[in-house]
């Protein structure tokens, strides 16, 4: 079982404020993924990482700006949200040929 | 580019057989997976196929791969309402990135 854990759960803002959503993974893997997916739809792949100081931009354009200072930690920032920024957001990292998807973090902009 | 393509909805009576089908793109695809998200909950990840593979079977799950059309597929055995649920069928392309398709929406009735 990965050990991949993403923080808060859930999250209520206010527009024009900073958040960062927090993802961290316990197994030393160097691929980390950000998806987003807005309710019953597909995921997005928003940002990934290859490890340390490695970050590349996804599919999706995003707002959000994400770090790799180290191994475990590979947080998603929004630095001004808004509404359109409602979503889940989902962190994943890879142990050979598998993703492993943490819960999700659902974040509602009001 | 790359796509993954598939039905929205299906429904099933409980105790049938579901089929789950799913399209792709990109032949250098190197593994396909199944993917299962319940509502408001993470993606549980179900099984996985490699590409050189034509069937993998576990439980009550068979996946299918037919390279040449690209079509994978998905079957339940003995579908139960537990089984309620989004499923996302994904390729990973150089075990870079996980790329999903639309989901498809599994309703189960008695």
């Known amino acids: 079982e990965a050990d991949i854990y993403q923080t808060p759960r859930y999250l209520v803002i206010g527009t024009g404020k900073k958040i960062t959503l927090e993802c961290s993974q316990t197994?030393?893997?160097?691929?980390m993924y950000w998806y987003q997916q807005d309710p019953g739809m597909e995921l997005h792949l928003i940002h990934y990482?290859?490890?340390?100081?490695?970050?590349e931009k996804g599919d999706l354009s995003s707002e959000s700006t994400v770090s790799r200072i180290r191994t475990e930690h590979f947080p998603l920032t929004l630095e001004s949200a808004r509404p359109s920024h409602t979503s889940q957001y989902l962190c994943?990292?890879?142990?050979?040929?598998?993703?492993?998807f943490g819960e999700g973090s659902w974040l509602t902009v009001v | 580019g790359e796509d993954v393509e598939q039905s929205l909805f299906l429904s099933v009576r409980e105790g049938d057989s579901s089929v789950i089908n799913c399209t792709y793109t990109?032949?250098?695809?190197?593994?396909l997976y199944w993917y299962k998200q319940e509502p408001g909950a993470g993606l549980q990840l179900l099984t996985y196929i490699f590409s050189n593979m034509d069937m993998k079977q576990d439980q009550r799950l068979t996946v299918l791969l037919n390279k040449k059309d690209k079509h994978l597929s998905l079957r339940i055995a003995d579908t139960q309402t537990g089984d309620s649920a989004i499923y996302f069928c994904a390729e990973s392309v150089n075990t870079d990135k996980l790329i999903f398709g639309t989901g498809t929406r599994l309703q189960v009735f008695p």
């Open positions: 990482s290859y490890g340390v100081n490695s970050t």
């Open positions: 990109d032949s250098s695809s190197t593994y």
């Open positions: 994943a990292s890879i142990r050979g040929n598998t993703i492993y």
């Open positions: 197994m030393g893997h160097d691929k």
